[in-house]
């Protein structure tokens, strides 16, 4: 069971607006950046949100994020068929000696 | 350019271990945290540890205190990942990801390609 916890699956057609949610507590999320990573599958994780708001470089604005108390949210507006993903929250928690927890991961798949 | 180039699958037996190695280029090797992330087939992340390349320290989740050896050689710009006592649900993809710090202030910014452990008899 993840420290976080995100929807296993969601999905949307092409240019709709679609938002994942995480929720966590005030050890992680609470307390803690939240960050987002993209995962296709067979290939490594990837960047994709940081400090709860903040699109890398190269990342297209269509991805977007934010962070409220104990939960987080990630929206992809106009969404496309190369965002077919998973994707993952993560924060750092301060219990147990600190760690980093992961959410569950969400399967997104474009409709 | 950035590059964390893992060694390659490996396949040990119950009881055994195995030794995954992560080789950084294109960025100073001692200027960043490498952290431990494990993936099961068809399964989550779960992050294991970081070690400081700078100064060798470490730290991991209790729960793989015991169950890894990680260790670094500056020289060749590597990190190692040891696993120990393999058990069937060790079976994973073990990914490096390099940190400015140990945690919290700011993200994994780049991940290695994942190397496959598989646990078999």
């Known amino acids: 069971q993840s420290a976080l916890t995100q929807p296993p699956s969601a999905s949307g057609t092409p240019g709709q607006r679609v938002t994942i949610s995480c929720s966590g507590s005030?050890?992680?999320?609470?307390?803690?950046?939240v960050d987002w990573y993209q995962q296709f599958p067979g290939t490594a994780p990837k960047l994709l949100i940081y400090?709860?708001?903040r699109r890398p470089s190269g990342v297209p604005d269509r991805f977007s994020a934010s962070k409220s108390g104990t939960s987080a949210s990630l929206v992809i507006s106009g969404l496309q068929s190369e965002d077919e993903a998973d994707y993952y929250c993560?924060?750092?928690?301060?219990?147990?000696?600190?760690?980093?927890?992961f959410g569950g991961g969400t399967k997104l798949t474009v409709l | 350019q950035v590059q964390l180039v893992q060694s390659g699958a490996e396949v040990g037996e119950p009881g055994a271990s195995v030794t995954v190695s992560c080789k950084a280029s294109?960025?100073?090797?001692?200027?960043?945290?490498i952290h431990w992330v494990r993936q099961a087939p068809g399964q989550g992340l779960e992050w294991m540890g970081w070690?400081?390349?700078?100064?060798?320290?470490?730290n991991f989740a209790q729960r793989f205190h015991g169950k890894v050896t990680v260790t670094r050689d500056t020289s060749i710009s590597t990190a190692y990942l040891e696993l120990h006592r393999l058990t069937f649900d060790d079976t994973a993809f073990y990914y490096c990801?390099?940190?400015?710090?140990?945690?919290?202030?700011?993200?994994?910014?780049?991940w290695g390609p994942g190397t496959l452990v598989t646990v078999s008899s």
């Open positions: 990801a390099r940190r400015r710090s140990y945690g919290g202030a700011d993200p994994f910014d780049f």
């Open positions: 294109g960025f100073p090797f001692t200027g960043y945290y």
């Open positions: 993560s924060a750092w928690d301060d219990s147990l000696n600190g760690q980093e927890v």
């Open positions: 070690i400081n390349p700078n100064t060798g320290g470490k």
């Open positions: 005030r050890y992680n999320i609470g307390n803690n950046y």
């Open positions: 400090n709860n708001d």
